[in-house]
């Protein structure tokens, strides 16, 4: 296929995704489980005054647009969630297959015509399903500040994926680094094995969160943030997760203090911190190379 029509494919595919990512979100409460099959039935309405969407209310993006972000009834102002899921579920299908060929030197020619291996293939999907999972999260800590279990396991599977199909075949893709902090990983690995970096990645998340959980007895972050790390400590291997972990705490550090400083909150006010995370991994994913060669550089290294 030709790329540019695949890109537009799978553009307005993410957009109905991230629409369907939107009714997940909305409907989720932490008593139920996350994809509830009674909670996710029925018609979609209006949250404020019940109207029923029709179908001209329905389409991604447009229909926000075309009503001024309000309810076509009651004039509501709605979520700005619904536009921004809908375009990160769309950014990540157009554009992070495009970025991974690039990380990963597969032309794109090669990936647009389906002849890459399949493998490549399943490794794509897996980030793909890793990034729109990492959305998830953000919009449901920032509701809720509950990540649901049922999403930790799914990026402890998707990591588990990763990490197999790079460890089997990263030698016909590149040598040994699948980090995205690329020649910099040689002043941060202890190996070059690929299994043992994501297991290492996985222990780090996992191990450095339960002991900041232990020794803060639960406030600030709890127990679904240990398992958001330990799991995407395994998508993302070492020392990736080592970077992710300090761009979050640098963003979360300033965040808390500029709302502190506006007095908008004060430091025993609980502020979801399963946002700074995500931002972090996506921060290493798409920027790692230049941040690290970046804070270097202020040392002229
Ligand atoms: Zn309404």
């Given amino acids: 296929m030709n790329a540019m029509l695949a890109i537009t494919f799978l553009f307005a595919f993410g957009l109905a995704i991230g629409s369907f990512l939107n009714v997940v979100i909305f409907r989720y409460t932490p008593e139920k489980r996350l994809l509830d099959k009674k909670a996710l039935g029925g018609r979609s309405r209006c949250p404020y005054c019940g109207h029923v969407l029709g179908v001209g209310e329905l389409v991604p993006i447009v229909s926000f647009l075309i009503q001024k972000g309000r309810c076509r ?22 554009f992070l297959p495009l970025f991974l060929n690039s990380a990963y030197g597969m032309s794109n020619a090669v990936f647009f015509t389906a002849s890459a291996p399949l493998w490549y293939y399943g490794l794509v999907a897996a980030w793909v399903l890793a990034f ?29 994926v990763i990490t197999a199909l790079l460890a089997i075949h990263v030698q016909s893709i590149f040598p040994f680094r699948t980090s995205f902090i690329r020649n910099y990983v040689l002043l941060f690995s202890f190996s070059n094995g690929v299994l043992l970096n994501h297991i290492l990645g996985m222990l780090f998340g996992g191990v450095f969160f339960a002991l ?54 004060t430091m025993k006010d609980m502020i979801p911190f399963a946002p700074f995370l995500v931002l972090g991994f996506f921060l290493t994913v798409f920027f790692g190379f230049a941040i690290v060669k970046g804070y270097f550089g202020l040392f002229g290294l």
């Fill in 73 to 94: 009834i009651c004039g509501h102002r709605l979520s700005l969630q619904y536009p921004l899921v809908e375009l990160a579920g769309a950014a990540i299908f157009a």
């Fill in 132 to 160: 729109l999972a990492w959305v998830t999260v953000i919009a449901i800590d920032l509701r809720h500040y509950v990540i649901p279990n049922e999403l930790n396991a799914f990026l402890l599977f998707l990591g588990t």
């Fill in 212 to 265: 900041l959980v232990a020794l803060s007895r639960g406030r600030g972050m709890g127990v679904g943030d240990v398992k958001l790390m330990l799991a995407s400590g395994l998508i993302l291997g070492w020392p990736d997760i080592a970077l992710s972990t300090a761009i979050s705490f640098v963003l979360g550090g300033l965040f808390g203090g500029l709302l502190i400083l506006i007095k908008q909150k």
